[in-house]
């Protein structure tokens, strides 16, 4: 890495990505800078969640380098992973919470596995979370207690219970009411605010054009842009636009030559009968 990209919290290079035969990720570039909100959004299909995984070392790539706080995901050793995922915190779109552990049972599972805190202090920092997301008093609760909007906070809170110095966060707000949503939205904006860098995968406009700093746009496994909210506002990229739009991309629809395949196909039926 050189000394220009020495501050970059997460570095991608000319990243490709296929399953099986089928490639979904196509020379990926992408840099998320120390301290701003990344949002990374399109369409269902678009390659933002493969990406999101890719990123975690979760799926390893065909071709291309991951640098994730100087570590390099593709080829770094285990121990060196493993110290690197103790500096991230992730928060997945069911919330991924344990059904059998309580509320701060769950917040406090990052600290269990990965520190050697006595149970009072970690209860402490637990609570200290919970507050943060709005959720105190709820740690004696069951995950199937909560709302889904709760869920999603319960699940930020565990990602941050370690104090991570980048937060990635895969649809925060999916499936949620827009006034719950918009609550996520002001945590996310809080949370930034103590200085965190977010990588916030989402395909909810009205959240991305609220809380990012920068967008970087996907379209069939490819990025499109990758720029401040105003520049993608302004983009005449017409695949971008369509996004923003929600124009839906069908093919033209010809009402005669539909009727002639129908019309062959019965023909061929009625020949083979």
Do not use: C, W
């Amino acid at each position: 890495m050189s000394a220009n990209d020495a501050g970059a919290v997460v570095e991608v290079a000319h990243l490709d990505a296929h399953y099986g035969e089928r490639q979904v990720l196509r020379d990926i570039n992408l840099r998320v800078e120390p301290g701003e909100v990344m949002v990374i959004m399109g369409g269902s299909g678009s390659g933002k969640t493969t990406l999101l995984r890719h990123v975690l070392g979760l799926q390893r790539p065909t071709a291309g380098s991951i640098r994730v706080l100087g570590v390099d995901v593709v080829a770094a050793p285990r121990r060196a992973m493993q110290d690197m995922r103790k500096k991230i915190g992730v928060a997945f779109q069911s919330g991924a919470l344990l059904s059998s552990l309580t509320v701060g049972g769950n917040v406090m599972l990052p600290l269990r596995e990965h520190t050697k805190l006595d149970v009072d202090t970690m209860r402490i920092m637990m609570r200290l979370k919970l507050d943060f997301v709005d959720l105190a008093g709820t740690e004696d609760l069951m995950p199937a207690e909560l709302s889904g909007g709760m869920i999603k906070r319960v699940a930020l809170a565990r990602a941050i219970i370690m104090d991570p110095r980048v937060v990635f966060l895969d649809e925060p707000s999916a499936g949620l009411d827009p006034v719950i949503a918009a609550g996520l939205d002001e945590l996310i904006l809080r949370l930034r605010a103590t200085g965190v860098t977010l990588v916030v995968v989402t395909h909810e406009l009205q959240s991305a054009f609220k809380i990012a700093d920068r967008i970087t746009v996907l379209d069939h496994g490819e990025i499109l842009i990758s720029d401040t909210v105003a520049a993608v506002r302004a983009s005449s990229n017409e695949r971008v636009q369509a996004l923003l739009t929600r124009k839906v991309d069908l093919p033209e629809h010809n009402p005669d030559a539909f009727l002639t395949a129908l019309t062959a196909a019965s023909a061929d039926l009625d020949g083979d009968s």
